[in-house]
């Protein structure tokens, strides 16, 4: 007959290693960390990372998982870097339509790829 202490250990650590072995990512990340990384390092490759961003979020777009925090917004701002300003928009439209709270942020970032504000034509 198993002793109650050595059930209890043999329950804990059969626990602990079925948690540790069903263990999920919460958001699709990609090569995010390095690529951001090697871009800090060296800005002059911003294109190898815009390149990267634009992979995660395809990946994670075929399956259906959620692109990290922050990333629409890094690609869309690498895209208003490379000129692009229309694709920046929907960067950052899906960052604060997956992240509400960004939204404050990326409605700037919009205004900013916009253009200049333009003034009212005056009257009279």
């Given amino acids: 007959m198993i002793k109650p202490v050595r059930l209890a250990l043999l329950i804990t650590a059969t626990l602990l290693v079925t948690a540790c072995a069903t263990t999920q990512k919460k958001y699709a990340w990609g090569t995010y960390d390095h690529s951001l990384?090697?871009?800090?390092?060296?800005?002059?490759?911003a294109a190898a990372l815009a390149q990267s961003l634009q992979a995660t979020i395809s990946?994670?777009?075929?399956?259906n998982a959620i692109v990290g925090p922050g990333i629409y917004a890094e690609y869309g701002y690498l895209l208003l870097q490379q000129g692009n300003p229309t694709a920046a928009i929907d960067a950052f439209r899906k960052e604060a339509s997956l992240w509400p709270e960004s939204k404050v942020f990326m409605d700037h970032m919009i205004q900013a790829a916009s253009g200049p504000p333009r003034k009212a034509a005056a009257s009279g």
């Fill in 37 to 45: 990384y090697v871009y800090y390092k060296d800005p002059a490759t």
């Fill in 59 to 63: 990946a994670a777009e075929k399956t």
